[in-house]
Structure formats: structure tokens, C-alpha cells
């Protein structure tokens, strides 16, 4: 099975309190609608924070900051292995627009469950919760 590398950029209101995150719902292809965190796949010669700038700057067109790790999610769809690499970060320039999305929200942590997650991504939102305030 073919492995795709991509990263996510969980962007939260600020990276010391963590109330809030924002999430993104898909505006194409298959899962069109489900909610996701945004981010892309990586290019050559890419390190994994680099292609999270690129991709944020062409899907949400805003600058950020990225902060640490939070985890690398493995998860087999039908047709190919997602690695993701899902970093905490927060806005440092910009209002995001949605250049790609069809919707998004921020979320609080009692919001968590109220949006369709892609598979891949409901993996890491217990995580998240955990960390949020």
C-alpha cells in the first residue's frame, strides 16, 4: 500500500492557554465536508515544518507559529497509509480565508465532537482534549 506524508497544523487560540482550535471542512474530492485539521502533503526536499508554512499559506493565507509535536498519526484509508505529522501552532500574521475549505470553526474543547472528523483526524482529538483548557 502506497504512503502518503502529509502534516497538520492544529492551530489554537495560543499556544500557552490552548481554549480554542480551529478546524476546517473539506471543500473537495471524496471526503468533501468532513472536518479536518489543515495542512497538505509534503514536497521534496521539504522538512515537515516547511511544508506546514507553505501549505497554511496557500490554504489559509495567513503566517504561523509552530510549536511542538504533537504526535505522528499512522492510519491505513482504503487506497493508501496516511503518516501525519501534527504539530500545535498559532497565528502570527493574517485572518485565515478559506482558500480551499468549504467551513471552519474554531472549537473549544466542548466543541470537540460536534464536526464530522476525517478518520485519520479523530485519532488525534482525545489527544488534543487532554492538552486543552
Do not use: N
Amino acid at each position: 500500500m502506497k504512503t502518503v506524508k502529509v502534516v497538520a497544523a492544529v492551530i489554537c487560540d495560543s499556544l500557552l492557554e490552548k481554549s480554542a482550535i480551529f478546524a476546517t471542512a473539506k471543500g473537495y474530492g471524496e471526503f468533501r465536508g468532513q472536518w479536518e485539521f489543515p495542512g497538505g502533503k509534503l514536497e521534496a526536499g521539504e522538512t515537515p515544518k516547511q511544508a506546514l508554512e507553505r501549505e497554511i499559506r496557500e490554504e489559509l493565507a495567513v503566517k504561523l507559529t509552530i510549536g511542538d509535536l504533537i504526535d505522528t498519526i499512522e492510519y491505513d484509508y482504503s487506497t493508501f497509509h496516511l503518516s501525519m505529522d501534527c504539530f500545535w501552532c498559532e497565528i502570527l500574521e493574517g485572518e485565515p480565508q478559506l482558500l480551499e475549505a468549504e467551513d471552519a470553526r474554531w472549537l473549544t474543547k466542548a466543541d470537540l465532537y460536534t464536526v464530522p472528523w476525517l478518520p485519520a483526524d479523530i485519532g488525534l482529538i482525545q489527544q488534543i482534549e487532554q492538552e486543552m483548557r
